[in-house]
């Protein structure tokens, strides 16, 4: 059974800087991909940043460029660098992952999922 736990959320100022953890436990294939989401009070859960098995990445238009998905394989994590946050960034973020993934930023691609850690971003 896969579990995927985050941290690293929490309340900053606008432009600031955060960066997210998800500890993958459990046994994930090689086809793996893996993603970070978030999703506001009142919208609909978005992608934000996927990594492919092969280290490829995609990122939502909204973070290019302030957000980079990383991960370290034999810790067995995956990381969000978040820079020059805004207040639109203000979420709960969720981390997820699929055994046979594409890499993609569509929710229905990913099987598991994370509880979720709070970010929030002032003005």
């Known amino acids: 059974q896969v579990q995927l736990v985050e941290s690293g959320g929490g309340s900053v100022q606008a432009g600031g800087s955060l960066r997210l953890s998800c500890e993958v436990s459990?046994?994930?294939?090689?086809?793996?991909?893996m993603a970070w989401f978030r999703q506001a009070p009142g919208k609909e859960r978005e992608g934000v940043a996927a990594?492919?098995?092969?280290?490829?990445?995609s990122y939502a238009d909204s973070v290019k460029g302030r957000f980079t998905i990383s991960q370290d394989n034999a810790k067995k994590t995956l990381y969000l660098q978040m820079n020059t946050l805004k207040p639109e960034d203000t979420a709960v973020y969720y981390c997820?992952?699929?055994?046979?993934?594409?890499?993609?930023?569509?929710?229905?691609?990913?099987?598991?999922w994370g509880q979720g850690t709070q970010v929030t971003v002032s003005s």
């Open positions: 990594i492919d098995n092969d280290g490829s990445t």
């Open positions: 997820a992952a699929e055994d046979y993934g594409a890499g993609t930023l569509f929710v229905d691609e990913y099987k598991y």
């Open positions: 459990g046994y994930i294939d090689e086809y793996y991909s």
